[in-house]
């Protein structure tokens, strides 16, 4: 089947999808033939994504969803299923990032983390999988970080919503394998997106290029190592592994987790 059509005829739901990666995995199902339900807690910016991306109407809806509800999250899969159709696909993208040193940290701040990287993930990812193993066919992604593999200073709460959402995942994808229902990570390192850019501005960074050169090069002294290939992902690198590991060319892949860091975590 050629690339351009090989989700034709798939339901995919999105979290995450107004901006950045969310968005480019939108953009890249909708291209290969899905029809994409695309939800984030920013209802404005998911407007923006429609408006953005008139050439295939009839393959996009877009819903406001905040995934830290898992009422809110279950009544969208129940009537996405019911008005839509059955769900092929479902990608958890929502994230966010508030860096702190564990000395400084507040509770408030590790709750909300948790809250969207790692509850986040349970409520969609089994309001999925309860309908998944039913009809015996579907696949679960989960973009987590490369931050979940190797320790980062300033990112505790962060790595540790991630490694628990990729453990997470793994688990469940072990439960629902004999139903036939994939379920697998994709690791980003950085990636250029709003969240990357607040994180270079938190760290007084006003040049774009000079930041990202930084980050490229690496920074013993923090225990950064830099990017090997020498550049920061673009949000269509990530959004094209998701689309892998989504589509039927990963159909004996399950509980992988697939980092595309550009090789900053060193990984054999
Ligand atoms: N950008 C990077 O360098 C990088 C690296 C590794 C992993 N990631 C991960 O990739 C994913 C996407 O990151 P991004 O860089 O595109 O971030 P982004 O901040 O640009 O976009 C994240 C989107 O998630 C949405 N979101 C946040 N909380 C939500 C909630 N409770 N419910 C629904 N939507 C919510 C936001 O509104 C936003 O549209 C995140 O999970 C992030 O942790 C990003």
């Known amino acids: 089947m050629s690339p351009d059509t090989e989700f034709r005829g798939?339901?995919?739901?999105?979290?995450?999808?107004?901006r950045g990666i969310g968005a480019a995995v939108t953009r890249a199902l909708v291209a290969r033939g899905a029809h994409v339900v695309a939800t984030d807690r920013d209802a404005q910016g998911l407007d923006r994504l429609a408006a953005d991306r008139p050439d295939h109407p009839d393959r996009l809806t877009v819903r406001p969803l905040d995934v830290t509800d898992p009422e809110a999250v279950e009544a969208l899969v129940a009537d996405v299923e019911r008005t839509v159709g059955p769900l092929d696909v479902a990608v958890n993208v929502?994230?966010?990032?508030?860096?702190?040193?564990?000395?400084?940290?507040?509770?408030?701040d590790w709750a909300a983390t948790f809250a969207v990287n790692t509850n986040g993930v349970l409520h969609v990812s089994r309001a999925a999988a309860r309908r998944m193993v039913e009809r015996g066919t579907g696949s679960i992604v989960t973009v987590a970080s490369n931050a979940a593999g190797i320790p980062r200073t300033g990112m505790a709460a962060y790595a540790a919503s991630k490694a628990a959402a990729v453990m997470f995942t793994k688990c469940l994808g072990l439960e629902v394998a004999a139903r036939g229902v994939r379920c697998n990570t994709v690791s980003p390192g950085s990636t250029d997106t709003d969240m990357q850019r607040a994180l270079w501005a938190e760290a007084g960074s006003t040049d774009r290029d000079a930041a990202a050169r930084r980050v490229i090069e690496g920074d013993l002294a923090a225990h950064r190592t830099g990017i090997p290939l020498g550049r920061i992902a673009a949000p269509d690198d990530v959004a094209e592994a998701v689309l892998f590991l989504a589509s039927d060319r990963a159909r004996h892949i399950t509980l992988h987790d697939l980092y595309v860091d550009g090789g900053a975590t060193l990984r054999a």
Do not use: K, Q, W, Y
Not at 99 to 104: C, K, L, M, Q
């Open 10 to 18: 798939r339901l995919a739901l999105v979290t995450g999808a107004a």
């Open 94 to 108: 929502a994230g966010i990032l508030r860096s702190s040193p564990v000395t400084a940290l507040r509770d408030e």
